[in-house]
């Protein structure tokens, strides 16, 4: 493998990848396809613009005639798919494009890598298909259980992948990873909401009693599992990517605030979401007969994360200016009845 499409590159988990595998081999050449909705930010790679090694294009990978042509240009033999329409809390609003994107646009690159014989196709798959896990473990032979348009539209996108392996010999796999946090996530997502709504002063949402459990990874912990699977996976297998260890979400908003240097009385606890999870927890022992290992704790994890937004407010301070950035979030939380402070 030497020319890897990356497609959704050029968002939060996909750029942090992008420049990973472009810094450990330097024989590859990457190509990043990005349609570049809200979440897609050329700003994400500016650093790699330079490089000779690296190409972007603009596109939807629910269009096989670009794909067709990216793939025959470039002359790729591996597909790294991280495109996807991926926050719960905007799947509740408008899940039409999440099956766009997460079902009918894998169906497209699948097909691209049947045509082209690729060498490996990797999908980017998270934990959320398992659904709620409230004792023990997901292994990767769970039964999934969605319970969100998002979540579906992903299963759905995994079980695709799965028959391609079984139906045509593709030789793929997937990783479903827990939630990430780190450089370049966009701030519709907790940890970034509540870290820049933290250096603000302005209330960070707990929705419900906040005892949702979650496992939090560096981007980067969760880069090099990707990297592990695609070069040692076996073709057909699924392996989960977390660091075992899960965190209240209202512990994690405390830490936010420690780290910031802000009260408690920041935080504001307002009513739940549908169907919102209780806990995910992720049996990664697959991945680790791999030689793969987590290396930051949540707590270092988090302080990284947080020291790159206090220091990169010219990254996320115009995001969450522009009218659409303000839009999605009167309409997430905007009528959400306010149930205590804490």
């Known amino acids: ?5 990356i497609t959704g590159g050029a968002g939060f988990i ?8 472009l810094q450990k081999y330097p024989d590859y050449r990457v190509v990043v396809y990005d349609k570049l909705t809200y979440a897609g930010n050329l700003e994400n790679l500016c650093d790699l613009r330079g490089d000779p090694r690296f190409t972007f294009v603009r596109g939807d990978i629910a269009d096989a005639a670009l794909v067709d042509r990216v793939m025959r240009e470039h002359s790729i033999d591996c597909i790294v798919n ?7 809390d905007r799947s509740l609003l408008e899940p039409g494009s999440f099956i766009m994107t997460d079902v009918y646009g894998t169906y497209v690159l699948l097909e691209a890598a049947r045509k082209y014989q690729v060498e490996r196709y990797h999908q980017v798959s998270t934990d959320e298909v398992y659904g709620a896990k409230l ?22 996108g995994d079980l695709l992948v799965l028959s391609y392996y079984t139906s045509f010999g593709l030789p793929v796999t997937i990783t479903r990873g827990s939630n990430n946090i780190g450089p370049y996530q966009y701030p519709e997502k907790v940890v970034p909401l509540f870290i820049t709504n933290a250096i603000d ?11 949702q459990m979650r496992d939090y990874q560096y981007v980067l912990d969760h880069c090099e599992g990707i990297d592990v699977v695609l070069h040692r996976g076996q073709p057909g297998q699924v392996y989960n990517v977390g660091t075992e260890v899960e965190t209240r979400n209202l512990d994690m908003a405390r830490l936010i605030l420690d780290l910031v240097g802000k009260p408690y009385s920041l935080i504001q606890h307002v009513t739940d979401r549908p169907g919102h999870d209780r806990r995910y927890a992720l049996d990664c022992s697959r991945l680790r007969a791999l030689g793969w290992r987590s290396r930051h704790s949540f ?15 010219a ?15 009167a309409r997430n939380y905007g009528h959400r009845q306010v149930l205590a402070k804490g």
């Open 315 to 329: 990254w996320w301070r115009p995001i969450k200016e522009g009218s659409y950035y303000r839009e999605y979030y």
């Open 14 to 21: 996909g750029s942090n990848f992008s420049r990973y595998i």
């Open 135 to 156: 004792e023990g473990r997901s292994v990767e032979s769970d039964p999934l259980d969605s319970r969100s348009p998002y979540s579906a539209s992903k299963a759905g």
């Open 201 to 211: 002063d302005q209330p960070l949402p707990i929705y419900g009693d906040g005892q």
């Open 299 to 313: 707590a270092e994890a988090l302080e990284k994360t947080v020291r790159w937004y206090l220091e990169n407010e």
């Open 82 to 88: 991280f495109a996807a329409e991926t926050h719960v």
């Open 1 to 5: 493998m030497q020319n890897v499409l």
